[in-house]
C-alpha cells in the first residue's frame, strides 16, 4: 500500500504485504530527507549548492545510513554527475570522477 501526500503528491510511505512499512520525510523544496526503514533504521539526505570551485553552481548531495557510512555525489550545473565519493572504513574518501570533454 502506498501513502501519498494530498497536496504535492510526494510518497510518504509504502507497506508491503507483511505490514512492514518504510516511510519517507522531504525537505521545503520536496526533496527527500529522511528515510525510516522497517527496522527503524534511518537513513539521511543532505542537499547543498556549491557557490565555488570547479562544480560552481552545481548540488552536493549527501546520504548517510543508519551505520553513518557515506556517500556523496556532485552534480554541475548543467546537472551532469562529475564525481561520487564514499567514506571508507578509515575515514578516507573512495573517489570515482567523471571526466567530460568540452
Do not use: C, P
Amino acid at each position: 500500500m502506498l501513502s501519498y501526500e494530498s497536496n504535492l503528491g510526494t510518497l510518504l510511505s509504502k507497506t508491503n504485504h507483511l505490514n512492514q512499512t518504510v516511510s519517507f520525510v522531504y525537505d521545503t523544496w520536496q526533496r527527500k530527507a529522511q528515510e525510516k526503514d522497517i527496522y527503524n533504521n534511518i537513513t539521511e539526505y543532505f542537499y547543498e549548492w556549491i557557490t565555488s570551485g570547479d562544480f560552481i553552481n552545481g548540488i552536493r548531495s549527501r546520504i548517510v545510513d543508519a551505520s553513518g557510512a557515506t556517500k556523496e555525489t556532485l552534480v554541475d550545473n548543467w546537472g551532469r554527475k562529475r564525481l561520487e565519493r564514499g567514506l571508507s572504513i578509515n575515514s578516507k574518501w573512495i573517489e570515482k570522477e567523471q571526466n567530460m570533454m568540452f
